[in-house]
C-alpha cells in the first residue's frame, strides 16, 4: 500500500515539476523577446533624434548614427519615411515617430 501511494505521489510531483518547467521556459523566451524589440525601439529613437538635431542644425549640418551591427545576433532593417523611423528583424519591430517636416524635392519655379 504504500509503494502505491508512493508511486501516485511521486507521478503528481513529476506533472508538477514537468509544467513548473515548461513555463520557466516560455518566461524566458518572452523576456528575450521584450528584449529584442526594446533594443530595435532603442536604436529607433537613437535614429529619429538624429534626424531631428540634423534639421535643426539647419543646411549643411550633418551627423553620424552608429549602430550596433546586429541586435541579439539577428540582422536588422531600418526604414525611414514620413510618419517615422522603422526597425524591422525576425518579424518583430520599433518605431519612434519623427517630428521633423517632411523632405520633398527641389521647388519648381512658377512661370507666370
Known sequence: MLSVELMLTSVVMLIILAGMVGLAEERSKTAEITREAAEA?????KIAQSLEEVYAGG????ILVEMPP?????DYRVKVNFSGVFVDMNNRNGFSK????????PLQPKIN
Open 41 to 45: 525601439r532603442i536604436i529607433a529613437e
Open 59 to 62: 543646411e549643411g549640418h550633418s
Open 70 to 74: 546586429t541586435i541579439a545576433g539577428a
Open 98 to 105: 519623427c517630428s521633423a517636416p517632411r523632405i520633398t524635392g
